[in-house]
């Protein structure tokens, strides 16, 4: 049954693909005023992680910025057909302006190696089509659940020519194999980890439990540490932003890495705040005697 809804989805993705760019991303913005509309899980875990990490903001502006999120998440939604189905040379045309280019091709020109951290900002899964001509990579991704749409997933983004490493102990030897023949390792670096794989660092001034993968491949070799993200410009195209990060990622102190790591990814999120994927229930694991942000909303839910 789950394979056949997936069949489904795949059909329907295959369809939006046909649309032109423009199409594709006012339909995602009709799907971003129908979570609003409905206030779906999604919204009310936008709203709660905004008003946690935007508390400067006022009650119109934090809603202002709940919309544009939730806008710009049904968007990305949209925009995956496109981006595992269109050509790579089509693809390619969408991104109009790049920053920070010269940082990636100076770490590749010292040949160290090098850590590319992606937050889930902007379109993330359009960056290994801009990243083609200028390397390979070996990435981590997240089997999905489901196998037939894990399948479609991992065909798609193979066509890139990238290595995939699943999120396990095997994909994190991949991941060091990698960085030690001096290539170019991509993480995600703002997924919830296994408790036992992070450890709680402020994330704009609230813990969050962050994995320390990524501090553990800067501290064991000289990668260059860079972080990117491709952000969404008002005429429908993509900026590529490049950036290097704090280098105290590389400190043996596992809670300090982490808290650099966390800022790294907030000067990103600064960029295009509204472009975050703020759905995400980030704080869901507090350290002990902290209640999870999102426990009145499970409460609301239960009622």
């Known amino acids: 049954m789950k394979n056949a809804v997936a069949f489904l989805a795949i059909g329907f993705m295959r369809l939006i693909a046909l649309l032109p760019l423009s199409m594709i991303q006012r339909l995602g913005s009709a799907f971003g005023y129908v979570l609003l509309f409905i206030n779906a899980a999604s919204v009310k875990n936008t709203r709660t992680n905004i008003q ?3 508390p400067e903001l006022s009650k119109s502006g934090q809603e202002q910025m709940v919309k544009e999120s939730t806008i710009n998440l049904g968007k990305t939604a949209t925009e995956m057909s496109m981006a595992w189905l269109w ?3 089509k693809i390619q045309t969408l991104f109009t302006e790049v920053e920070g280019l010269e940082h990636l091709e100076n770490a590749l020109e010292r040949k160290q190696g ?3 951290m992606a937050p889930h900002l902007g379109n993330w899964e359009l960056l290994t ?3 083609k001509p200028y390397l ?3 990435a981590m991704y997240k089997p999905a659940k489901i196998q037939a749409m894990d399948d479609f997933m991992f065909e798609t983004r193979k066509r890139v020519g990238i290595d995939l490493a ?3 102990n095997n994909g994190v030897k991949m991941l060091f194999k990698t960085l030690l023949k001096k290539g170019v390792a991509g993480v995600l670096p703002d997924q919830e980890p296994a408790l036992n794989s992070g450890v709680f660092a402020d994330f704009y001034n609230r813990p969050a439990l962050t994995g320390r993968l990524i501090g553990d491949l800067a501290k064991k070799t000289p990668a260059a540490l860079l972080a990117c993200f491709a952000m969404r410009l008002d005429n429908g195209t993509f900026k590529v932003v490049i950036r ?3 280098e105290q990622i590389r400190s043996a102190d596992p809670e300090l890495a982490a808290r650099a790591l966390n800022e790294s ?3 990103c999120i600064q960029e295009c705040p509204s472009q975050y994927q703020w759905s995400y229930k980030r704080f869901r694991r507090q350290p002990e005697g902290l209640s999870s942000p999102y426990d009145n909303i499970e409460k609301q839910n239960a009622a």
């Open 52 to 54: 946690t990490c935007f």
């Open 87 to 89: 050509p790579v040379k």
């Open 129 to 131: 089509h801009f990243f």
């Open 244 to 246: 290097q990060v704090n």
């Open 166 to 168: 699943p999120a396990n």
């Open 265 to 267: 990814i907030e000067a």
């Open 136 to 138: 390979t990579m070996t």
């Open 114 to 116: 090098v850590i590319l």
